[in-house]
């Protein structure tokens, strides 16, 4: 769960990486680093926690008003000062901060090993700035962008800079990227808490996207380079629900929100709870598919159906979900859930289930996620920001709206 984190705007780009890399922490790392531009690219990493990294290296004294940051946590290769991001090309005039894992890079590396590149980690990310650095000889930096990340096998939510081109880029592909929308001014990041405190405006990646951002965002189809056409979305969340406030961690905050956040989730318009209650009567296949803790939630719930309501349904990991896949027919219906929206393998599972023109409905914290988009319908959970890694308030209002339902089908909803 790497944190990225960009901006491009008026103001000095590394006092806001860093506080925005701060918002990221929950998400556990080993190591941090900021990369800014202004002229040429200026680079601070180290191992350890940012307040260990910054009082050595001072991050917030990078010059530049273009930046990007990054949390790692350590996938291929140790934890060391060379495997953390960003990373360089081997000019030092591209950086990259990478979450996700590539897949072919070691075939990746002996290629471009085979035209004269070295590299200075054990990591697979750096194979990004030196494949676009291989494909800018010949081309400009989108297309060279654009031809390295179509190399690429498996998963990535990217930051770029490029020492001559004064313009932040991003891209993503199966892990979660926003942009946040401020005034004059934008960031990327792989949350909102991120850049919350600036800004409430966000437009969400989709996959293959990818976004320019000079005086302002312009987004592409990575595949066909065309345009792409993007919305605005107001988040409900404000800054001060993403902060700690008086307690010692976020996991107390957050099992202290449990009783709200149960309300909110049960306060759903009666109308949309029986639409989904009929969904559920016609199908012909009941799935519930999660991951974690919502896998868990999943499970909870089918007891609640079987006894509340006298009916069966499967319940299915996100990851074990294909498995089903020649069961469903254009009648059965999945119920997805996941705080995030965001889960690999939830994802996974509803476009398998597309895939054979099976409905969708998800229940969810956070509405412009990709799950949410992809779903034919979509219940918002309304749990506020959940910042603690292990679950509490999500779980619960996932179970509440989940028993909401199974009431639903027997008339009980109230």
Same mark, same amino acid.
């Given at each position: 769960?790497?944190?990225?984190? &960009? *901006?491009? &705007?008026p103001?000095?780009?590394?006092?806001l990486?860093?506080k925005?890399?701060?918002?990221?922490?929950?998400?556990?790392y080993?190591?941090?680093?900021?990369?800014?531009?202004?002229?040429k690219?200026?680079?601070?990493?180290?191992?350890?926690?940012?307040?260990?990294?910054d009082?050595?290296?001072?991050?917030?004294?990078?010059?530049g008003?273009i930046?990007?940051?990054?949390?790692? %946590?350590?996938?291929?290769?140790?934890?060391?000062?060379?495997?953390?991001?960003?990373?360089?090309?081997?000019?030092? $005039?591209?950086a990259?901060?990478?979450?996700?894992?590539?897949?072919n *890079? @070691?075939?990746?590396?002996?290629?471009?090993?085979?035209?004269?590149?070295s590299?200075?980690? @054990?990591?697979d990310?750096?194979v990004?700035?030196?494949?676009?650095? +291989?494909?800018l000889?010949?081309? &400009?930096l989108?297309?060279?962008?654009?031809?390295?990340?179509?190399r690429?096998?498996?998963?990535?939510?990217?930051?770029?800079?490029?020492?001559?081109?004064?313009a932040?880029?991003?891209?993503?592909k199966?892990?979660?990227?926003?942009?946040?929308v401020?005034?004059?001014?934008y960031?990327v990041?792989?949350?909102?808490?991120?850049?919350?405190e600036?800004t409430k405006?966000v437009?969400?990646?989709?996959?293959?996207?990818?976004?320019?951002i000079?005086?302002?965002?312009?987004?592409?189809?990575?595949?066909?380079?065309?345009?792409v056409?993007?919305?605005?979305?107001?988040?409900? %969340?404000d800054?001060? @629900?993403?902060k700690?406030?008086?307690?010692?961690?976020?996991?107390?905050?957050?099992?202290? $929100? @449990?009783?709200?956040a149960?309300?909110?989730?049960?306060?759903?318009n009666?109308?949309?709870?029986?639409?989904?209650a009929?969904?559920?009567?016609r199908?012909?296949?009941v799935?519930?598919? &999660?991951?974690g803790t919502?896998?868990?939630?999943?499970?909870?719930?089918? +007891?609640?159906f079987?006894k509340v309501a006298?009916r069966?349904?499967?319940?299915?990991?996100?990851?074990?979900?294909?498995?089903?896949?020649?069961?469903?027919i254009?009648?059965?219906?999945?119920?997805?859930?996941?705080?995030?929206g965001?889960?690999?393998?939830?994802?996974?599972?509803?476009r398998?289930?597309?895939?054979?023109?099976?409905?969708?409905l998800?229940?969810?914290?956070?509405?412009?996620?990709?799950?949410?988009?992809e779903?034919?319908?979509?219940?918002?959970q309304r749990?506020?920001?959940?910042?603690c890694?292990?679950?509490?308030?999500? *779980?619960?209002?996932?179970l509440?709206?989940?028993?909401?339902?199974?009431?639903?089908?027997?008339?009980?909803f109230?």
């Amino acid at each position: 769960m790497c944190g990225i984190i &960009g *901006y491009l &705007g008026p103001r000095r780009s590394a006092p806001l990486l860093l506080k925005g890399l701060k918002q990221l922490e929950y998400r556990g790392y080993d190591s941090a680093g900021i990369a800014t531009l202004a002229g040429k690219i200026h680079l601070k990493k180290g191992v350890g926690k940012l307040e260990e990294i910054d009082p050595r290296l001072n991050l917030a004294d990078l010059p530049g008003r273009i930046g990007i940051g990054h949390t790692r %946590w350590a996938t291929h290769g140790k934890v060391t000062q060379a495997n953390s991001h960003p990373h360089l090309s081997n000019s030092g $005039e591209i950086a990259v901060v990478h979450n996700g894992i590539i897949e072919n *890079y @070691q075939e990746l590396k002996e290629f471009l090993g085979s035209k004269g590149f070295s590299f200075n980690s @054990q990591t697979d990310s750096e194979v990004i700035p030196n494949l676009i650095e +291989y494909y800018l000889r010949k081309r &400009g930096l989108i297309d060279a962008i654009r031809k390295a990340l179509r190399r690429l096998e498996g998963s990535y939510a990217l930051a770029i800079l490029h020492e001559g081109t004064q313009a932040l880029v991003a891209a993503r592909k199966e892990s979660p990227l926003v942009v946040g929308v401020g005034p004059n001014e934008y960031w990327v990041a792989s949350d909102i808490p991120a850049f919350l405190e600036h800004t409430k405006l966000v437009i969400y990646l989709e996959d293959s996207d990818l976004v320019v951002i000079r005086d302002k965002p312009s987004f592409f189809n990575l595949e066909t380079g065309e345009p792409v056409k993007k919305k605005v979305h107001s988040v409900e %969340w404000d800054f001060e @629900q993403a902060k700690r406030g008086d307690f010692d961690h976020f996991m107390l905050k957050e099992i202290g $929100e @449990q009783a709200e956040a149960i309300q909110r989730a049960l306060s759903q318009n009666p109308r949309v709870i029986e639409r989904v209650a009929k969904l559920i009567r016609r199908a012909r296949g009941v799935y519930f598919v &999660g991951c974690g803790t919502a896998y868990h939630a999943c499970l909870a719930a089918s +007891y609640k159906f079987s006894k509340v309501a006298k009916r069966h349904v499967n319940v299915a990991l996100g990851s074990e979900f294909p498995n089903y896949q020649d069961f469903l027919i254009p009648e059965s219906l999945v119920i997805a859930v996941s705080q995030s929206g965001e889960t690999a393998d939830v994802l996974s599972a509803i476009r398998a289930a597309k895939s054979k023109r099976s409905k969708v409905l998800s229940i969810v914290n956070v509405m412009g996620s990709t799950l949410a988009r992809e779903s034919d319908h979509a219940i918002l959970q309304r749990s506020g920001p959940e910042i603690c890694v292990l679950a509490t308030k999500s *779980y619960t209002s996932q179970l509440a709206i989940l028993t909401l339902l199974a009431y639903a089908l027997v008339g009980r909803f109230e």
